[in-house]
């Protein structure tokens, strides 16, 4: 008897009943995978179709001839406008147009510890912000870094920047008028672009395709194996921060950091030089233990106009609007002199330093009770309170022991103040972001304004609670080691706000 038995017949539909059972499994797999794509690519479509393999080597259309850089910036705001600051010099140092982002979400994109060398790669960052971005757009809650600070103190001159939103329409021939707050930008949003769809471009400028391209070089260089310099005869040597031995081995890796020149290693004659746009992963760079962390760029007297872009950079101030209704509510609601007390209480590290950020508090107002020439004596003291604590879990804290005390008047603004949301309707019709920008070559200045749907209005109470601040003329105590203080000491000694 042969070892294999004849099929029988009765086996046939069986058979093929597995067979489309199959099949369509196959194609509900493929439908779940692509769901998410398929979803963006509605809600912002493509212009052109799809890109075949002929016109991929077209890097954009209406912005030919420029030159691009691209980053992913990541964490909060403050850390976002460090990075902005950082590409904003690299894009200097390297001749570029940069391409502006809008304000992500608070911790919508991490980064890692460079410190620890455990970071997410660049393409991983890219790739993290483009999504987000499209989720701001599709949410319609896009607001351009360049609406909320005034880049026009760095870039009038200096640098030309281009704000996403037209890159993205003009670029890759999205749709981005569910990102636009105004007629300008609905306007050139409608251009019609030649080339590019959303799945070409989210490739394209995440670096999923590494560098080969004719569109885009993607650096690959992060923090744990890089620290950019720019004119040191440091070039290539060993920078004075490496992992140590016990990281090493309990990691299992083998980075070694080196101090490298951005305009040797990127500049003219190197192979970047070559592409469109150059892709930075994360561009934030922080003191650690006698190094950069990733970005050793202060001083550099051998090029003069990049020295004077850094004294530019010391402060760039928020949007005029802004500014306005700090100063607007400092003198109609607060009326008199007062103390701005800036306490990071929830977020991160400073939820447990309640202690000393309440410390540091009471002793600075001990010592405006001491100084009464300051104020009129009857008078309480007015503190200005910004604080990430809501008011109902006050319960048994410092601030509620100063909230009883009739020896001071505290004052709060609320995200949902008519005072703030009239700026922020303002804010959103002026436009900055579009307006300082590139603006494609086939766009008409003199073009009627396109109506369209207007975006979420923008939450920037922080921004105008920092301003408030900026006019407290009896001090400001802010917390250890938060950003937001800094931001803020640099708005009171630049004088942002003149009563």
């Given at each position: 008897?042969?070892?294999?038995?004849?099929?029988?017949?009765?086996?046939?539909?069986?058979?093929?009943?597995?067979?489309?059972?199959?099949?369509?499994?196959?194609?509900?797999?493929?439908?779940?995978?692509?769901?998410?794509?398929?979803?963006?690519?509605?809600?912002?479509?493509?212009?052109?179709?799809?890109?075949?393999?002929?016109?991929?080597?077209?890097?954009?259309?209406?912005?030919?001839?420029?030159?691009?850089?691209?980053?992913?910036?990541?964490?909060?705001?403050?850390?976002?406008?460090?990075?902005?600051?950082?590409?904003?010099?690299?894009?200097?140092?390297?001749?570029?147009?940069?391409?502006?982002?809008?304000?992500?979400?608070?911790?919508?994109?991490?980064?890692?510890?460079?410190?620890?060398?455990?970071?997410?790669?660049?393409?991983?960052?890219?790739?993290?912000?483009?999504?987000?971005?499209?989720?701001?757009?599709?949410?319609?809650?896009?607001?351009?870094?360049?609406?909320?600070?005034?880049?026009?103190?760095?870039?009038?001159?200096?640098?030309?920047?281009?704000?996403?939103?037209?890159?993205?329409?003009?670029?890759?021939?999205?749709?981005?008028?569910?990102?636009?707050?105004?007629?300008?930008?609905?306007?050139?949003?409608?251009?019609?672009?030649?080339?590019?769809?959303?799945?070409?471009?989210?490739?394209?400028?995440?670096?999923?395709?590494?560098?080969?391209?004719?569109?885009?070089?993607?650096?690959?260089?992060?923090?744990?194996?890089?620290?950019?310099?720019?004119?040191?005869?440091?070039?290539?040597?060993?920078?004075?921060?490496?992992?140590?031995?016990?990281?090493?081995?309990?990691k299992k890796f083998s980075y070694v950091r080196k101090r490298r020149s951005i305009s040797k290693a990127l500049g003219p004659g190197s192979k970047a030089a070559m592409s469109p746009i150059l892709a930075?992963?994360?561009?934030?760079?922080?003191?650690?233990?006698?190094?950069?962390?990733?970005?050793?760029?202060?001083?550099?007297?051998?090029?003069?106009?990049?020295?004077?872009?850094?004294?530019?950079?010391?402060?760039?101030p928020f949007a005029p609007e802004i500014l306005a209704a700090g100063k607007e509510f400092a003198l109609n609601k607060i009326k008199k002199p007062f103390l701005c007390a800036q306490l990071r209480l929830?977020?991160?590290?400073?939820?447990?330093?309640?202690?000393?950020?309440?410390?540091?508090?009471?002793?600075?107002?001990?010592?405006?009770?001491?100084?009464?020439?300051?104020?009129?004596?009857?008078?309480?003291?007015?503190?200005?309170?910004?604080?990430?604590?809501?008011?109902?879990?006050?319960?048994?804290?410092?601030?509620?022991?100063?909230?009883?005390?009739?020896?001071?008047?505290?004052?709060?603004?609320?995200?949902?103040?008519?005072?703030?949301?009239?700026?922020?309707?303002?804010?959103?019709?002026?436009?900055?972001?579009?307006?300082?920008?590139?603006?494609?070559?086939?766009?008409?200045?003199?073009?009627?304004?396109?109506?369209?749907?207007?975006?979420?209005?923008?939450?920037?109470?922080?921004?105008?609670?920092?301003?408030?601040?900026?006019?407290?003329?009896?001090?400001?105590?802010?917390?250890?080691?938060?950003?937001?203080?800094?931001?803020?000491?640099?708005?009171?000694?630049?004088?942002?706000?003149?009563?």
């Amino acid at each position: 008897m042969s070892r294999w038995r004849k099929r029988s017949p009765r086996n046939k539909p069986l058979f093929l009943l597995s067979v489309t059972l199959l099949l369509l499994f196959a194609l509900f797999l493929a439908f779940c995978l692509s769901s998410t794509a398929d979803l963006l690519r509605s809600l912002l479509p493509s212009s052109s179709g799809t890109l075949d393999a002929a016109r991929s080597t077209q890097c954009g259309f209406f912005l030919r001839g420029e030159r691009f850089l691209w980053f992913a910036p990541h964490s909060g705001f403050s850390n976002q406008v460090s990075e902005l600051k950082n590409a904003i010099l690299f894009a200097a140092i390297l001749n570029r147009t940069l391409i502006v982002p809008p304000v992500l979400d608070h911790h919508a994109v991490a980064l890692g510890s460079c410190p620890k060398f455990r970071v997410s790669s660049p393409t991983e960052l890219r790739t993290a912000v483009w999504d987000h971005i499209m989720e701001l757009v599709r949410d319609r809650r896009y607001v351009s870094m360049g609406d909320i600070i005034d880049l026009s103190v760095v870039t009038s001159s200096m640098v030309r920047t281009v704000d996403f939103r037209i890159f993205a329409s003009a670029w890759c021939g999205l749709n981005m008028e569910q990102a636009c707050s105004g007629g300008l930008c609905c306007a050139i949003s409608g251009i019609k672009s030649a080339v590019g769809n959303f799945d070409q471009c989210r490739s394209l400028l995440s670096g999923l395709q590494g560098n080969n391209n004719q569109c885009t070089y993607a650096v690959e260089d992060d923090c744990r194996t890089t620290v950019w310099t720019y004119l040191q005869d440091t070039d290539e040597t060993l920078d004075s921060f490496q992992a140590g031995k016990e990281l090493l081995k309990k990691k299992k890796f083998s980075y070694v950091r080196k101090r490298r020149s951005i305009s040797k290693a990127l500049g003219p004659g190197s192979k970047a030089a070559m592409s469109p746009i150059l892709a930075f992963g994360t561009l934030f760079s922080a003191p650690y233990r006698g190094s950069e962390s990733y970005i050793d760029i202060h001083e550099v007297p051998g090029d003069p106009r990049i020295q004077s872009l850094l004294k530019k950079m010391e402060f760039i101030p928020f949007a005029p609007e802004i500014l306005a209704a700090g100063k607007e509510f400092a003198l109609n609601k607060i009326k008199k002199p007062f103390l701005c007390a800036q306490l990071r209480l929830l977020d991160g590290q400073f939820k447990n330093h309640w202690k000393a950020t309440f410390s540091t508090l009471e002793q600075k107002l001990k010592s405006l009770e001491l100084k009464p020439n300051q104020r009129i004596l009857s008078d309480p003291i007015n503190i200005f309170l910004m604080t990430d604590l809501p008011s109902v879990n006050w319960t048994g804290t410092y601030l509620a022991d100063l909230a009883k005390d009739s020896t001071y008047q505290l004052y709060t603004m609320g995200e949902k103040s008519e005072l703030v949301t009239q700026a922020a309707k303002r804010l959103m019709a002026s436009e900055h972001g579009i307006r300082s920008s590139v603006l494609p070559r086939n766009y008409e200045g003199s073009r009627k304004k396109k109506a369209c749907n207007q975006v979420l209005l923008p939450d920037i109470l922080l921004y105008i609670e920092e301003s408030v601040c900026s006019c407290a003329s009896l001090g400001f105590v802010g917390t250890a080691g938060s950003t937001i203080a800094e931001n803020i000491e640099l708005m009171r000694k630049s004088n942002t706000c003149k009563l």
